[in-house]
């Protein structure tokens, strides 16, 4: 309990002893994912699942926090593992080295939370209903340019989101940590049993300060 010594002033042993038995599933790996694997995976959580199929580019490393130039061409997910199994011995990583489709045709695991963590509206059409298939929520999350949205979706429509050929426009590595930051909020918030506002929409542009709020059509 010395290890979570802040997080108990925070919110009591009591608390705490809940996240050991919890279960998350985070699809992806690359800016999102990284920063929710340090953001989440040494707060208490017992079992981190990660899908990602990919491995890790030279040219993304400035947004995912997780790696290092030496870890160029290595498959995220195992790097996932080993560096957050190192800062946290309490926990469990399972990976998942393949596609969304291919971890949903397999997957028998029940989980308490899904976190988004992709970079493509098509994949997460398939998060919003595979988790409503499993009758488990999930959050939401992404960043381009200066600019994020975060939404926990529990009753909420995700269909205005599926839309298909959008091209990425360029992105700085702090817009991607602070939407991550934001996103594994949520989640502690919700594993330990505390008030989380669902089905609303945050959307954030650090250009102009604004931060803007949206209920989604149930």
């Excluded at 953001?39 to 580019?57: C, E, M, P, R, W």
């Amino acid at each position: 309990m010395n290890y979570f010594h802040r997080q108990i002033q925070l919110w009591g042993e009591d608390t705490q002893n809940l996240l050991k038995d919890k279960k998350v599933l985070i699809v992806g790996s690359g800016g999102l994912g990284s920063s929710l694997a340090y953001a989440l995976g040494s707060s208490g959580i017992g079992q981190i699942d990660v899908v990602d199929f990919d491995t890790v580019s030279i040219h993304n490393i400035h947004r995912q926090i997780l790696f290092n130039l030496e870890d160029g061409d290595k498959f995220k997910a195992e790097i996932f593992k080993e560096k957050i199994e190192k800062r946290y011995d309490g926990i469990k990583i399972n990976t998942h080295i393949k596609t969304f489709d291919e971890f949903i045709k397999t997957s028998t695991e029940k989980f308490d939370l899904i976190l988004d963590a992709t970079d493509n509206l098509e994949t997460r059409g398939k998060i919003d209903k595979f988790a409503k298939s499993q009758h488990t929520p999930w959050i939401y999350s992404s960043v381009e340019a200066f600019h994020g949205q975060v939404c926990f979706m529990d009753k909420a429509n995700f269909k205005p989101f599926v839309k298909e050929n959008l091209k990425p426009a360029g992105i700085a590595a702090p817009i991607v940590m602070f939407i991550a930051s934001f996103e594994a909020n949520l989640a502690l918030r919700y594993l330990a049993n505390l008030e989380v506002k669902k089905d609303i929409l945050y959307y954030l542009d650090i250009s102009s300060g604004e931060l803007n709020l949206r209920k989604f059509k149930l």
